[in-house]
C-alpha cells in the first residue's frame, strides 16, 4: 500500500481566504482522489486530479470554487478558495496505488479545515 | 444510480460480544465492495473487500464480510469486539464499467461503540 501525506493537518481559516492542501505519496499512484467529509457525515467526491490536465469534477463541486493540480504522478494540491463556514470539513486525498489490486483506494490522514 | 445504505448510524456492543454492521447497496452492474475503518482524527484504512469469488472475505483485526448478491448486502462481522474497535466503519461500492472506474460511493457510516 501507498504511504499519503497531508499538510496542513488541520487550519483555522478566516472567511473569504484561500486554503492550499497538499497531498504526497510515497511511490507513483495511478489516480488521486480529493474527497470531503463534512462534520458527523459520510465521504463525498470532489473530484479526480488528473496527472498534467485539468482535473474531472463531480457534480455540484467547480473549479474556481476547488482548483486542483496534479503536476507529477506522486503530488497533488486542492485549494479551497474564498472561504466560508460552510466549507469546514475533513478535506481527504485518496490513491490508486501501482501493484495494488483493482479499485482499491489508500486515504492520506485527512485536513481538519475550520472556517471562521 | 448506485447508493449504499448503511441502516444503523450507531451500533453500542459490549466488549467480547459479536457485532454485525450492516451495508445494503443497489447497482444495476457488479460491483467491488469495501468495508473502511476510521478511527477518531485519523483518515480511512481499508478493512476488507470484495471483488470475485468466495463470498465470504476476511480483512484485518479479525474482521469479515459476505457478500449477498440475491439481498445485495455486504454486512460485516466480527465473532469478539474489543475496546480498540471503536470506531467509524464505513461500507462503499465502486461499479465495474468495463473500461474501469476507481469512483467510490460510501455509504452514511456507523459508529461503532464498545462498552467495557
Known amino acids: 500500500s501507498a504511504v499519503i501525506s497531508q499538510k496542513p493537518s488541520r487550519d483555522i481559516c478566516q472567511r473569504g481566504t484561500s486554503l492550499t492542501i497538499q497531498c504526497q505519496v510515497d511511490?507513483?499512484?495511478?489516480?488521486m482522489f480529493w474527497y470531503r467529509q463534512q462534520p458527523g457525515q459520510s465521504l463525498t467526491l470532489i473530484a479526480t486530479a488528473n496527472q498534467g490536465s485539468e482535473a474531472t469534477y463531480e457534480s455540484g463541486f467547480v473549479i474556481d470554487k476547488f482548483p486542483i493540480s496534479r503536476p507529477n504522478l506522486t503530488f497533488s494540491t486542492l485549494t479551497v478558495s474564498n472561504m466560508s463556514p460552510e466549507d469546514s470539513s475533513i478535506y481527504l486525498c485518496?490513491?490508486?496505488?501501482?501493484?495494488?489490486?483493482?479499485?482499491?483506494?489508500?486515504f492520506g490522514p485527512g485536513t481538519r479545515l475550520t472556517v471562521t | 444510480a448506485q447508493s449504499v445504505t448503511q441502516l444503523d448510524s450507531q451500533v453500542p456492543v459490549f466488549e467480547e460480544a459479536p457485532v454485525e454492521l450492516r451495508c445494503n447497496y443497489s447497482s444495476s452492474v457488479s460491483v467491488y465492495l469495501f468495508w473502511y475503518v476510521q478511527y477518531p482524527n485519523q483518515g480511512l484504512q481499508l478493512l476488507l473487500k470484495?471483488?470475485?469469488?468466495s463470498t465470504l472475505v476476511k480483512g484485518i483485526n479479525g474482521f469479515e464480510a459476505e457478500f449477498n448478491k440475491s439481498q445485495t448486502s455486504f454486512h460485516l462481522r466480527k465473532p469478539s469486539v474489543h475496546i480498540s474497535d471503536t470506531a467509524e466503519y464505513f461500507c462503499?461500492?465502486?461499479?465495474?464499467w468495463g473500461s474501469g472506474t476507481y469512483k467510490y460511493i460510501f455509504g452514511t457510516g456507523t459508529r461503532l461503540k464498545v462498552l467495557a
Open positions: 511511490s507513483q499512484v495511478t489516480m
Open positions: 470484495y471483488l470475485s469469488g
Open positions: 462503499a461500492v465502486s461499479e465495474i
Open positions: 485518496s490513491v490508486v496505488g501501482r501493484g495494488t489490486g483493482p479499485y482499491e483506494q489508500y
